[in-house]
T-cell receptor, first 110, second 115 residues
Protein backbone atom coordinates (compact mmCIF):
# COMPACT_ATOMS: atom_id res chain seq x y z
CA UNK A 1 0.00 0.00 0.00
CA UNK A 2 1.12 3.56 -0.75
CA UNK A 3 2.55 5.54 2.16
CA UNK A 4 0.85 8.78 1.11
CA UNK A 5 -2.56 8.66 -0.52
CA UNK A 6 -4.68 11.38 -2.01
CA UNK A 7 -8.37 11.42 -2.84
CA UNK A 8 -9.78 12.09 -5.31
CA UNK A 9 -7.15 11.51 -7.99
CA UNK A 10 -9.06 13.53 -10.54
CA UNK A 11 -11.82 16.08 -10.07
CA UNK A 12 -13.72 18.38 -12.34
CA UNK A 13 -15.78 21.06 -10.68
CA UNK A 14 -17.47 24.35 -11.48
CA UNK A 15 -16.61 27.89 -10.53
CA UNK A 16 -17.92 28.78 -7.09
CA UNK A 17 -18.13 25.22 -5.77
CA UNK A 18 -16.51 24.16 -2.53
CA UNK A 19 -14.14 21.28 -2.88
CA UNK A 20 -11.99 19.30 -0.50
CA UNK A 21 -8.88 17.32 -1.34
CA UNK A 22 -7.85 14.72 1.18
CA UNK A 23 -4.48 13.32 2.11
CA UNK A 24 -3.61 10.40 4.37
CA UNK A 25 -0.23 9.00 5.34
CA UNK A 26 0.99 5.87 7.06
CA UNK A 27 4.59 6.97 7.52
CA UNK A 28 4.02 8.33 11.02
CA UNK A 29 5.47 11.72 10.14
CA UNK A 30 4.41 14.84 11.97
CA UNK A 31 5.05 17.12 9.02
CA UNK A 32 2.61 17.40 6.13
CA UNK A 33 2.41 19.74 3.16
CA UNK A 34 0.19 20.79 0.29
CA UNK A 35 1.72 21.90 -3.00
CA UNK A 36 0.35 23.10 -6.25
CA UNK A 37 2.01 22.44 -9.59
CA UNK A 38 1.40 24.53 -12.68
CA UNK A 39 3.25 23.97 -15.96
CA UNK A 40 6.55 25.81 -15.99
CA UNK A 41 6.25 26.96 -12.38
CA UNK A 42 7.44 23.94 -10.44
CA UNK A 43 5.87 23.10 -7.10
CA UNK A 44 4.66 25.92 -4.94
CA UNK A 45 3.80 25.51 -1.26
CA UNK A 46 0.22 26.25 -0.24
CA UNK A 47 0.14 25.22 3.43
CA UNK A 48 2.23 23.14 5.77
CA UNK A 49 1.75 21.62 9.19
CA UNK A 50 4.50 20.53 11.58
CA UNK A 51 2.04 18.81 13.90
CA UNK A 52 -1.68 18.62 14.52
CA UNK A 53 -1.79 21.99 16.29
CA UNK A 54 0.65 23.79 14.02
CA UNK A 55 -0.55 25.01 10.62
CA UNK A 56 1.22 27.59 8.53
CA UNK A 57 0.61 29.43 5.30
CA UNK A 58 2.93 28.84 2.42
CA UNK A 59 3.78 30.90 -0.61
CA UNK A 60 0.32 30.83 -2.21
CA UNK A 61 -2.33 30.28 0.47
CA UNK A 62 -4.93 32.77 -0.76
CA UNK A 63 -8.14 31.01 -1.75
CA UNK A 64 -7.25 27.86 0.18
CA UNK A 65 -7.74 26.54 3.70
CA UNK A 66 -6.57 23.38 5.42
CA UNK A 67 -7.51 21.10 8.26
CA UNK A 68 -5.23 18.71 10.14
CA UNK A 69 -7.67 16.23 11.55
CA UNK A 70 -5.04 13.87 12.91
CA UNK A 71 -1.37 13.16 12.53
CA UNK A 72 -2.17 11.05 9.51
CA UNK A 73 -4.69 13.34 7.77
CA UNK A 74 -4.34 16.73 6.16
CA UNK A 75 -7.11 18.16 3.99
CA UNK A 76 -7.04 21.07 1.57
CA UNK A 77 -10.20 23.04 0.82
CA UNK A 78 -11.08 25.46 -1.90
CA UNK A 79 -14.00 27.43 -0.46
CA UNK A 80 -15.11 28.86 -3.78
CA UNK A 81 -13.19 27.37 -6.67
CA UNK A 82 -12.06 29.54 -9.55
CA UNK A 83 -10.62 28.52 -12.92
CA UNK A 84 -7.07 29.62 -12.12
CA UNK A 85 -7.01 27.03 -9.37
CA UNK A 86 -6.93 24.39 -12.08
CA UNK A 87 -3.69 22.56 -11.35
CA UNK A 88 -2.05 19.37 -10.12
CA UNK A 89 -2.06 19.22 -6.32
CA UNK A 90 0.40 17.20 -4.28
CA UNK A 91 0.35 16.26 -0.65
CA UNK A 92 3.63 15.35 1.03
CA UNK A 93 5.05 14.30 4.37
CA UNK A 94 8.62 14.69 5.57
CA UNK A 95 11.00 13.12 8.09
CA UNK A 96 11.90 16.17 8.23
CA UNK A 97 14.71 16.51 5.66
CA UNK A 98 13.21 14.42 2.88
CA UNK A 99 9.77 14.72 1.38
CA UNK A 100 7.50 11.84 0.41
CA UNK A 101 4.83 12.71 -2.10
CA UNK A 102 1.37 11.42 -2.77
CA UNK A 103 0.32 10.54 -6.32
CA UNK A 104 -1.29 13.93 -6.96
CA UNK A 105 -4.82 15.18 -7.56
CA UNK A 106 -5.61 16.69 -10.93
CA UNK A 107 -8.21 19.42 -10.37
CA UNK A 108 -10.04 21.20 -13.15
CA UNK A 109 -12.27 24.17 -12.40
CA UNK A 110 -14.61 25.09 -15.23
CA UNK B 1 16.31 33.00 1.37
CA UNK B 2 16.82 29.82 -0.52
CA UNK B 3 16.44 29.68 -4.27
CA UNK B 4 16.79 27.05 -6.97
CA UNK B 5 17.33 27.83 -10.63
CA UNK B 6 16.89 25.37 -13.44
CA UNK B 7 17.72 27.52 -16.41
CA UNK B 8 16.93 24.87 -19.01
CA UNK B 9 13.20 24.87 -19.59
CA UNK B 10 13.23 22.12 -22.17
CA UNK B 11 15.90 19.85 -23.61
CA UNK B 12 15.43 17.66 -26.64
CA UNK B 13 17.86 14.86 -27.47
CA UNK B 14 18.00 11.74 -29.57
CA UNK B 15 18.17 8.38 -27.89
CA UNK B 16 21.66 7.32 -26.74
CA UNK B 17 22.89 10.88 -26.38
CA UNK B 18 24.22 12.01 -23.02
CA UNK B 19 22.40 14.91 -21.42
CA UNK B 20 23.09 17.13 -18.42
CA UNK B 21 20.40 18.96 -16.49
CA UNK B 22 21.66 21.99 -14.61
CA UNK B 23 20.67 23.09 -11.13
CA UNK B 24 22.06 26.15 -9.39
CA UNK B 25 21.04 27.02 -5.86
CA UNK B 26 21.37 29.87 -3.40
CA UNK B 27 21.49 29.51 0.34
CA UNK B 28 23.11 31.18 3.32
CA UNK B 29 22.84 28.04 5.38
CA UNK B 30 25.74 25.67 5.91
CA UNK B 31 23.44 22.73 6.50
CA UNK B 32 21.15 21.91 3.62
CA UNK B 33 19.93 19.12 1.39
CA UNK B 34 19.62 18.92 -2.36
CA UNK B 35 17.25 16.65 -4.23
CA UNK B 36 16.33 15.56 -7.71
CA UNK B 37 12.87 14.28 -8.62
CA UNK B 38 11.54 12.86 -11.86
CA UNK B 39 7.98 13.45 -13.03
CA UNK B 40 7.05 11.14 -15.92
CA UNK B 41 4.02 11.88 -18.10
CA UNK B 42 1.83 9.93 -15.68
CA UNK B 43 2.34 12.76 -13.20
CA UNK B 44 3.72 11.21 -10.04
CA UNK B 45 6.92 12.50 -8.48
CA UNK B 46 9.70 9.97 -8.29
CA UNK B 47 12.53 10.57 -5.85
CA UNK B 48 15.97 10.17 -7.46
CA UNK B 49 18.58 11.37 -5.02
CA UNK B 50 19.28 13.30 -1.84
CA UNK B 51 22.61 14.89 -1.05
CA UNK B 52 23.55 16.78 2.11
CA UNK B 53 25.77 19.82 2.11
CA UNK B 54 28.65 18.02 3.82
CA UNK B 55 28.96 15.34 1.21
CA UNK B 56 30.39 16.56 -2.08
CA UNK B 57 31.09 13.12 -3.45
CA UNK B 58 29.67 12.57 -6.87
CA UNK B 59 27.10 9.84 -7.18
CA UNK B 60 26.54 7.33 -9.93
CA UNK B 61 23.54 5.08 -10.20
CA UNK B 62 23.40 3.13 -13.42
CA UNK B 63 23.03 5.64 -16.26
CA UNK B 64 22.44 8.49 -13.82
CA UNK B 65 25.14 10.58 -12.20
CA UNK B 66 25.16 13.71 -10.11
CA UNK B 67 27.86 16.33 -9.75
CA UNK B 68 27.64 18.41 -6.56
CA UNK B 69 29.97 21.42 -6.46
CA UNK B 70 29.66 23.79 -3.53
CA UNK B 71 32.16 26.19 -5.10
CA UNK B 72 29.71 26.93 -7.89
CA UNK B 73 26.52 26.14 -5.91
CA UNK B 74 25.51 23.58 -8.47
CA UNK B 75 24.05 20.11 -8.37
CA UNK B 76 23.91 18.89 -11.94
CA UNK B 77 22.35 15.67 -13.15
CA UNK B 78 23.66 13.70 -16.11
CA UNK B 79 21.90 10.90 -17.94
CA UNK B 80 24.25 8.76 -20.00
CA UNK B 81 22.98 7.03 -23.12
CA UNK B 82 19.51 8.49 -22.77
CA UNK B 83 16.44 6.39 -23.47
CA UNK B 84 12.88 7.26 -24.44
CA UNK B 85 11.74 6.25 -20.95
CA UNK B 86 13.87 9.09 -19.56
CA UNK B 87 11.43 11.58 -21.09
CA UNK B 88 10.01 13.46 -18.12
CA UNK B 89 10.14 16.70 -16.20
CA UNK B 90 13.00 16.78 -13.72
CA UNK B 91 12.94 18.94 -10.61
CA UNK B 92 15.81 20.04 -8.44
CA UNK B 93 15.00 21.08 -4.85
CA UNK B 94 16.79 22.54 -1.83
CA UNK B 95 15.90 22.43 1.83
CA UNK B 96 17.77 24.36 4.51
CA UNK B 97 18.17 23.58 8.17
CA UNK B 98 17.55 27.24 8.92
CA UNK B 99 14.38 27.07 6.89
CA UNK B 100 13.02 24.16 8.91
CA UNK B 101 13.79 21.94 5.94
CA UNK B 102 10.87 23.23 3.94
CA UNK B 103 12.03 22.67 0.37
CA UNK B 104 12.13 25.10 -2.48
CA UNK B 105 11.77 23.61 -5.94
CA UNK B 106 13.16 24.75 -9.24
CA UNK B 107 10.74 25.23 -12.11
CA UNK B 108 11.76 21.98 -13.70
CA UNK B 109 13.43 20.91 -16.93
CA UNK B 110 11.39 19.01 -19.46
CA UNK B 111 13.52 16.34 -21.13
CA UNK B 112 12.30 14.87 -24.40
CA UNK B 113 14.19 11.88 -25.73
CA UNK B 114 13.41 11.04 -29.34
CA UNK B 115 13.80 7.51 -30.64
Amino acid sequence: DADVTQTPRNRITKTGKRIMLECSQTKGHDRMYWYRQDPGLGLRLIYYSFDVKDINKGEISDGYSVSRQAQAKFSLSLESAIPNQTALYFCATSDPEEQFFGPGTRLTVL
Amino acid sequence: AQKVTQAQTEISVVEKEDVTLDCVYETRDTTYYLFWYKQPPSGELVFLIRRNSFDEQNEISGRYSWNFQKSTSSFNFTITASQVVDSAVYFCALSEGGGSYIPTFGRGTSLIVHP
